[in-house]
């Protein structure tokens, strides 16, 4: 079935974006990138999109492709991700996130755009009371990263109040793993995330992990995280696209995990396994602001979308992110 529009994907060769674009067309959607490519890679974009090297802020570019392409939705993954970097120079942050969305909300509505998906996080709740999260917690987060999306889904809600346009805001908890055929993954260098950092040291790339903090309130004592594989949080987008589409005077805040978690010392242990080796670990102090637990509640996801987790297994997340790790080796050497 033909699709009714194209889709603006900004940040569309990054991480997340790129497997987001991949969904898309794989799903038959025509889509747009625009990507400044400063943390993002062209090679990442498949060839059936359309690649614009720019800025998500650049309200008379985006004004443009929305007009040029006949946009429909925008799913906005523009934007910078790291936590410490945001307590060290949280004016970055609050431009590239709060304030290029802004920009970008606004060429949206004078575009016509009807629906819009935002890339929000679990960091928006902070150190929540108790896990698993709901969606309904009260939102109060400990880094100018946090803050900075927290403050684009308020803007989304209020556009959404005063102009014909939907929203969803997905609030992703840990991502990782790679597109199953090895189209895209995690290319980022200097990466944090945990199960990137562990399979680049179990390529090489690096002799050891740290283990920031043993002494946490879980049954082992390092920091439990809920890991949702790259694929099944871009198929939900796609299934948030429908939904706006079905309903369009809803908007939707949702959580995008699977409602369990895993400790760091069991996701490396997950690495060994899928190895066959054995990791160095390093034990350091907690890093400041670290939750004990960070674990969706998804039932509300599951509910209302057209989307059930397809990927659902550390051993195979941990050997999808390994797969990706080799090729980019190749393809960096």
């Given at each position: 079935?033909?699709?009714?529009?194209?889709?603006?994907?900004?940040?569309?060769?990054?991480?997340?974006?790129?497997?987001?674009?991949?969904?898309?067309?794989?799903?038959?959607?025509?889509?747009?990138?625009?990507?400044?490519?400063?943390?993002?890679?062209?090679?990442?974009?498949?060839?059936?999109?359309?690649?614009?090297?720019?800025?998500?802020?650049?309200?008379?570019?985006?004004?443009?492709?929305?007009?040029?392409?006949?946009?429909?939705?925008?799913?906005?993954?523009?934007?910078?991700?790291?936590?410490?970097?945001?307590?060290a120079d949280p004016l970055k942050y609050y431009r590239n996130n709060t304030a290029a969305s802004r920009a970008l909300i606004e060429s949206a509505v004078t575009g016509g755009v009807r629906h819009f998906i935002f890339?929000?996080?679990?960091?928006?709740?902070?150190?929540?009371?108790?896990?698993?999260?709901?969606?309904?917690?009260?939102?109060?987060?400990?880094?100018?990263?946090?803050?900075?999306?927290?403050?684009?889904?308020?803007?989304?809600?209020?556009?959404?109040?005063?102009?014909?346009?939907?929203?969803?805001?997905?609030?992703?908890?840990?991502?990782?793993?790679?597109?199953?055929?090895?189209?895209?993954?995690?290319?980022?260098?200097?990466?944090?995330?945990?199960?990137?950092?562990?399979?680049?040291?179990?390529?090489?790339?690096?002799?050891?992990?740290?283990?920031?903090?043993?002494?946490?309130?879980?049954?082992?004592?390092?920091?439990?995280?809920?890991?949702?594989?790259?694929?099944?949080?871009?198929?939900?987008?796609?299934?948030?696209?429908?939904?706006?589409?079905?309903?369009?005077?809803?908007?939707?805040?949702?959580?995008?995990?699977?409602?369990?978690?895993?400790?760091?010392?069991?996701?490396?242990?997950?690495?060994?396994?899928?190895?066959?080796r054995k990791i160095e670990r390093r034990f350091a102090g907690r890093r400041a602001g670290d939750p004990a637990a960070l674990v969706a509640d998804n039932s509300a996801i599951v509910r209302e979308l057209a989307w059930?987790?397809?990927?659902?297994?550390?051993?195979?997340?941990?050997?999808?992110?390994?797969?990706?790790?080799?090729?980019?080796?190749?393809?960096?050497?």
């Amino acid at each position: 079935m033909s699709k009714p529009f194209p889709v603006l994907v900004t940040g569309g060769a990054g991480y997340i974006g790129s497997h987001a674009v991949l969904a898309l067309l794989d799903a038959g959607w025509a889509v747009v990138v625009l990507d400044n490519l400063v943390t993002g890679f062209d090679w990442a974009v498949d060839e059936r999109a359309t690649l614009i090297e720019g800025a998500a802020e650049d309200m008379a570019l985006t004004g443009r492709l929305i007009a040029d392409h006949g946009i429909g939705a925008v799913m906005h993954f523009a934007g910078s991700v790291v936590v410490p970097e945001s307590v060290a120079d949280p004016l970055k942050y609050y431009r590239n996130n709060t304030a290029a969305s802004r920009a970008l909300i606004e060429s949206a509505v004078t575009g016509g755009v009807r629906h819009f998906i935002f890339s929000s996080t679990a960091a928006t709740y902070g150190d929540a009371e108790s896990v698993p999260i709901r969606e309904d917690a009260a939102t109060d987060p400990i880094n100018p990263y946090g803050r900075s999306k927290l403050m684009t889904e308020a803007m989304l809600r209020d556009v959404s109040a005063a102009h014909p346009m939907n929203h969803a805001a997905l609030r992703y908890f840990n991502v990782a793993g790679a597109d199953p055929q090895q189209r895209s993954g995690q290319s980022t260098a200097g990466a944090t995330h945990l199960i990137k950092v562990a399979v680049e040291a179990a390529t090489g790339k690096r002799d050891h992990v740290v283990v920031f903090g043993a002494d946490f309130d879980t049954a082992d004592g390092t920091g439990v995280r809920d890991y949702i594989h790259v694929s099944d949080l871009a198929a939900a987008h796609v299934a948030a696209l429908d939904a706006l589409i079905a309903e369009p005077t809803r908007s939707r805040t949702l959580n995008c995990g699977y409602g369990h978690g895993y400790s760091v010392l069991e996701v490396l242990d997950a690495v060994d396994r899928v190895t066959n080796r054995k990791i160095e670990r390093r034990f350091a102090g907690r890093r400041a602001g670290d939750p004990a637990a960070l674990v969706a509640d998804n039932s509300a996801i599951v509910r209302e979308l057209a989307w059930k987790p397809e990927r659902d297994d550390l051993d195979l997340i941990v050997g999808d992110a390994l797969a990706w790790e080799r090729a980019l080796a190749t393809r960096r050497g």
